[in-house]
Each structure stands twice: as structure tokens, then as C-alpha cells.
Nanobody, 123 residues
């Protein structure tokens, strides 16, 4: 019905940058809020960034505010996460999520998830 495919992850040195992409199929991305949730081994998925469908408002966790930027390209049905000034603490599998109801800060608010893309930041 809907598929989210993340890409753009990789290995980068501390202080470097990556741009993650999340392409949606089977559903118009512009009609849904989109979030980014990294997950490290043994940890729960944590909110870092989201963008609402109504108004295009963006939201960030304190840990990434000023470093990460979430955006969407409706023509490409894709959401992006630009990550700058990366730290080793940012290392995780990054999942994009398509939203349903509720606060965008919580994973439970989202109904569909991608397969994740690995981001590794070396010190």
C-alpha cells in the first residue's frame, strides 16, 4: 500500500555532513507529516526531526537543533534530512516515518516506516 525507502546513509567523520532521503510510493507524501527517528543498538527509536503536512512546520530535538534540517520535495514525493556537524553520538540507523495522528515527537504517532539507512560517524 505504502512504501518508504531511505537512502543517503554512510560513513562520515565527525564534523561532516550527510543528506538522507526518504522516497514514498503508494501514497502522496505531501498529505502526511513525516518524521526522522534514529535507533541505536539496544535503544528505542528517538525523535530528531519532523515536518508537518499542514503549513510545513518543522520540529527538532534539542540535540540536533541547529545542525539538522528537514525538508520535503512534493514533486519528488521525497522528504530529506540534511545533517551537518555530525557527532559520533549521531551514529544510528535512521528511519523515516509517515504520520497519522498525535504529536510528531512520538513514534506511536506514525503509521508507516521505512527500512532505515545506517549512519556511522567516526571520531
Amino acid at each position: 500500500q505504502v512504501q518508504l525507502v531511505e537512502s543517503g546513509g554512510g560513513l562520515v567523520q565527525a564534523g561532516g555532513s550527510l543528506r538522507l532521503s526518504c522516497a514514498a510510493s503508494g501514497r502522496t507524501l505531501s498529505r502526511y507529516a513525516m518524521g526522522w527517528f534514529p535507533q541505536s543498538p539496544g535503544r528505542e527509536r528517538e525523535f530528531v526531526a519532523a515536518i508537518s503536512w499542514r503549513g510545513g512546520n518543522t520540529y527538532y530535538s534539542d540535540s540536533v537543533k541547529g545542525r539538522f534540517t528537514v525538508s520535503r520535495d512534493n514533486a519528488k514525493n521525497t522528504v530529506y534530512l540534511q545533517m551537518n556537524s555530525l557527532n559520533p553520538e549521531d551514529t544510528a540507523v535512521y528511519y523515516c516515518a509517515m504520520g497519522g495522528s498525535g504529536s510528531l515527537y512520538y513514534p506511536a504517532s506514525y503509521t508507516d516506516w521505512g527500512q532505515g539507512t545506517q549512519v556511522t560517524v567516526s571520531s
